[in-house]
T-cell receptor, first 116, second 110 residues
Framework: NAGVMQNPRHLVRRRGQEARLRCSPM?????VYWYRQLPEEGLKFMVY????????ESGMPKERFSAEFPKEGPSILRIQQVVRGDSAAYFC??????????????FGDGTRLSIL | TQLLEQSPQFLSIQEGENLTVYCNSS?????LQWYRQEPGEGPVLLVT?????EVKKLKRLTFQFGDARKDSSLHITAAQPGDTGLYLC??????????FGTGTSLTVIP
């Protein structure tokens, strides 16, 4: 897990504030995926990005959520005007440039978001 | 949407016992992956199975892919406390998404 870096590990926000979650993929990986996980549940796909492109955002709510993966720097998952229901663990994963259907993903250790 | 159902949802066993967990779908998988997730950490890939009927072994863990590629099982022999964690199966659809199962939460009691 050490290869994919997520920060912060824990983030506390009050309702209505903005949350920014960062993900630096493993070296050499240009594909990034964001997932959301509630306690004792599996991971739910949110968005898939390549450098400077959103490839698939079908799992991400249309309002308040956005994601980017700039040419330089980490991928950012941004949640505006947070509500209590946004409390969850958010995981980022990356895969190599040549990733195909069988290419596994490497996960970070997640950001635990708590909304007061 | 490709639904992956895992069973059992929770499993608590004594150290030294054997166990099997299952991952099932109504759809055919092109491949399937098993991950283990420990509390406070991200999932870690255990194995990828690709061919129907394939069996892979990883020390005390045996993974099997169904002949029809619609189901998979994970068997652990002589479970140890270090095996405790959430076991997730995952598969990728024809698009870009990985679908994860609901998970089996395993607790091995010393």
């Amino acid at each position: 897990n050490a290869g994919v870096m997520q920060n912060p590990r824990h983030l506390v926000r009050r309702r209505g504030q903005e949350a920014r979650l960062r993900c630096s993929p493993m070296k050499g990986h240009s594909h990034v995926y964001w997932y959301r996980q509630l306690p004792e549940e599996g991971l739910k796909f949110m968005v898939y990005l390549q450098k400077e492109n959103i490839i698939d955002e079908s799992g991400m709510p249309k309002e308040r959520f956005s994601a980017e993966f700039p040419k330089e720097g980490p991928s950012i998952l941004r949640i505006q005007q947070v509500v209590r229901g946004d409390s969850a663990a958010y995981f980022c994963a990356s895969s190599p440039t040549w990733g195909g259907a069988n290419q596994p993903q490497h996960f970070g250790d997640g950001t635990r978001l708590s909304i007061l | 949407t490709q639904l992956l159902e895992q069973s059992p949802q929770f499993l608590s066993i004594q150290e030294g016992e054997n166990l099997t967990v299952y991952c099932n779908s109504s759809s055919v998988f092109s491949s399937l992956q098993w991950y283990r997730q420990e509390p406070g950490e991200g999932p870690v890939l255990l194995v990828t199975v690709v061919t129907g009927g394939e069996v892979k072994k990883l020390k005390r863990l045996t993974f099997q892919f169904g002949d029809a590629r619609k189901d998979s099982s994970l068997h652990i022999t002589a479970a140890q406390p270090g095996d405790t964690g959430l076991y997730l199966c995952a598969s990728r659809n024809t698009g870009n998404q990985f679908y994860f199962g609901t998970g089996t939460s395993l607790t091995v009691i010393p």
